[in-house]
Every structure is written in C-alpha cells, then in structure tokens.
C-alpha cells in the first residue's frame, strides 16, 4: 500500500531545510539529512586547515568552487572544482587545507547504512569513470565506487527535462548552479544554487528546466547503476 507508506511524508522530507553550522575556525556549513544521510555544504575560509580526524560515518566529498589539499589516509591530492571525488571509510582520517587565497566551497557527503560496505580506491580518491550525453544536451559525467556512484549532469535550459521514472536505488543531490524544478512524489521544489533533494528507492522523480540557461546539478547513487568491475 503505497499510499499508506507515503503518509507522513512532506516537503520536508525530500527537500528539508538546511541548518547552518558556523565553526570556531570559520566554516560555514549548511546541513540537511534523510535517515542515515547528511550532506554538507561547506564555506572553506582562505589559508584554513582543516585538521585530521575520524568516525564512524563514511563519508565522501568534492570541491564545488576553488582548490583543496585533501588528506585521507596516508594520501593527499590537490582536488579543483568538479575535478575527481575522495571517499573516507569509517575511521580513516581525513583533513584538508584551503592552499589559496579565496574561499573554498566543498560538499560532503556522511552515510552510515546497516549491511552497506563502505569500499574506496588504494588511494581514497575517485576520478572520472566516464562522460557521455544522457539525453540531447545533457552532458553527464560519473565517478564510480562499488557502493556509490556520482553523477554531474547538466540540464540544458528551454524545458530541458529528466522525465519522471523510479528506479531501485536510492538517489540524492544539490544543485551547484542555474536554476530548475525537481519533483519528487507529489512535492515539486525550485533547485537553485545549494538546494539538496533526497530520495529514496522507488520513489518518483522528475527535473525541468524552464529557464534560459543550463543548470548543473551533483547527483548521488547508491548502490551505484554502473558495475565498474564489469564495465572497465
Ligand atoms: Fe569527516
Ligand atoms: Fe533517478
């Protein structure tokens, strides 16, 4: 009964209101969680380090504007702007430093799921899997672990659309630039620059994009829709 399974949904619950946590060191984080999922948009002040630390959480990450030095492990990369992805298991530290002069936005993503196992690469860090056009004019590229996988998708402007469909895995994201709709269920919210959306498998969903320029978006799945051993 579907209907039944719904009931208590709202607004909320698939685009919930993001808190704002402001930090000792400068960063401005804005939060929002569904169940055992939180993303953070994060507010990186310049020449800041970030220090080391652990938990039990995964937890995954990229940067949105600027340049990071990301630690996890024993490895560093210097990440840019939508470039490659890290992912720190649970208990493995991670930290970072802003290197420049200008702030730094980043998203992160902390996901701690019974029966889900948390895997990385060697060096904790993802780069592109592959890039292709999903539907006409809209430029996808994917970053892929066994347990998750990342999609950046532009939606063109004009009515640029994702038709609604459902699928078995479970689907996040924000909106990192431009402007659209995104419906999920019977809810329908205005995605603009750090607006998050969650939803769950099988739930319904659909993007239109009716203004005059693209829009981007960081879409999250889980577990991923690629089998990167069986595609490589
Ligand atoms: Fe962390
Ligand atoms: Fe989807």
Known sequence: METI?????????????AILKEW?????????????????ISYIPPGLHMDL?????????????????MQVGEHQRHMKA???????????????????????????????????????????????????????GMEVTFFVEDWIEIMLADIPGNGGAMPEHKHRNEQLGICIGGGYEMTIEEYTRTMEFGVTYFCE?????SAINTSDHHSRSI?????????KNKNR
Do not use: C
């Open 82 to 136: 939508l470039d490659s992805a890290y992912i720190a298991p649970p208990f493995v530290p991670h930290g970072a430093v802003n290197p420049t002069d200008q702030e730094v936005i980043a998203i992160d993503v902390k996901r701690l799921k019974d029966d889900e196992v948390y895997t990385a690469p060697d060096d904790y860090f993802l780069d592109v899997y592959r890039t292709r056009d999903l539907l006409p």
């Open 53 to 69: 630390h652990a938990h039990e959480e995964a937890q995954l990450g990229m940067v949105i504007s600027g340049e990071l030095i």
């Open 24 to 40: 000792d060191n400068g960063i401005r984080q804005y939060s929002t969680r569904r169940g055992s999922t939180e993303i953070l």
């Open 219 to 227: 879409n999250i799945f889980m577990p991923p829709r690629y089998n």
């Open 5 to 17: 399974s719904h009931a208590s949904n709202t607004e909320q619950t698939y685009f919930p209101e």
């Open 201 to 205: 498998a099988r739930e319904k969903h």
